[in-house]
């Protein structure tokens, strides 16, 4: 196994368990709460979080397999986004934070097994308007980050909820 292939793996277990572990301390009327500018609930953005894994790693995997990514835009992102949040506007936080589990164990299995050589791989990226980049980048900007960046915008959302309150 690669040092950079732990590491990447090892960060993306990291923000999934802070993730969880955030996830798992809301009460269902948080559970329940939309996020400003966006409306999904908080629920559905951790299902979300989970249920992209595989995709992330899919779209990490064929960069490293030297296949340009083509057709795969904002737009798509969007509605593949809108989509999801209909469907899993009512999802449980068990089910939510089980998906989390098993899909980031998995996504984390899949990136150990990358070797150096894969992750410096750059193709043309369509969702990059084809700018050339590495899976080490790919793999950076979506799968490693995501928890990350959902639970500081979940944290804001219920801060700013939270302050609203006290100052009402």
Same mark, same amino acid.
């Given at each position: ?49 989970? @249920?992209? *894994?595989?995709?992330? $790693?899919?779209?990490? =995997?064929? /960069?490293?397999?030297?296949?340009? %990514? ?42 150990r097994a ?11 990226? @369509?969702? *990059?308007?084809n700018a $050339?980049?590495?899976? =080490?980048? /790919?793999?950076?900007?979506?799968? %490693? ?24």
């Amino acid at each position: 196994m690669s040092k950079r292939s732990y590491e990447l793996a090892r960060r993306l277990e990291l923000g999934a368990l802070a993730l969880e572990a955030f996830a798992s301390s809301l009460t269902e009327f948080e559970w329940q709460c939309r996020l400003p500018h966006e409306g999904r609930k908080i629920g559905t953005v951790v299902h979300h979080v989970a @249920s992209v *894994y595989p995709l992330e $790693i899919e779209l990490a =995997q064929t /960069v490293a397999n030297g296949q340009p %990514v083509e057709g795969l835009t904002m737009d798509v992102i969007d509605k593949m986004n809108a989509d999801h949040a209909k469907k899993f506007d009512s999802v449980t936080k068990e089910e939510a934070i089980q998906l989390l589990k098993e899909n980031s164990t998995a996504a984390a299995t899949a990136i150990r097994a990358l070797t150096d050589a894969e992750l410096d791989q750059a193709v043309a990226v @369509s969702l *990059y308007a084809n700018a $050339i980049l590495t899976c =080490q980048f /790919v793999l950076e900007d979506h799968a %490693v980050r995501h928890s990350f960046h959902h639970l500081g915008r979940i944290r804001a959302a219920l801060q700013e909820r939270t302050l609203a309150k006290l100052t009402a």
